[in-house]
């Protein structure tokens, strides 16, 4: 599979070499504007709304959930058993200082 791999990418190197005009037709990129030392065209009025309004409703969405939904940052706890519980902690008195 090794020497499959080497053959067939040998074969491509040798090609392109061959080849140095196509070398260069291959790389050059016909889209958007180039940006050489000057600054980008701005975006027009309707993408920068629809980006507003994209970030809101995110914001929305991750804010809501905060608040609703705490567990998840927090994490989720169990409730503690409140039999184990004693008087002296749930703030009762004992028997013995309610018969004096």
């Given at each position: 599979m090794l020497l499959t791999r080497a053959s067939a990418t040998l074969r491509a190197v040798a090609t392109l070499a061959k080849n140095k005009n196509q070398v260069t037709r291959l790389s050059i990129r016909n889209h958007g504007a180039c940006n050489y030392r000057s600054p980008p065209v701005p975006p027009?009025?309707?993408?920068?709304?629809?980006?507003?309004?994209?970030?809101?409703?995110?914001?929305?969405?991750?804010?809501?959930?905060?608040?609703?939904?705490?567990?998840?940052?927090?994490?989720?706890?169990?409730?503690?058993?409140?039999?184990?519980?004693?008087?002296?902690?749930?703030?009762?008195?004992?028997?013995?200082?309610?018969?004096?």
């Open positions: 027009g009025k309707n993408i920068v709304l629809a980006a507003e309004v994209v970030q809101g409703f995110m914001w929305w969405w991750i804010l809501w959930h905060c608040w609703t939904e705490p567990g998840h940052l927090f994490g989720e706890f169990d409730y503690p058993d409140v039999r184990k519980w004693t008087d002296e902690e749930l703030g009762i008195p004992s028997e013995l200082e309610l018969d004096e």
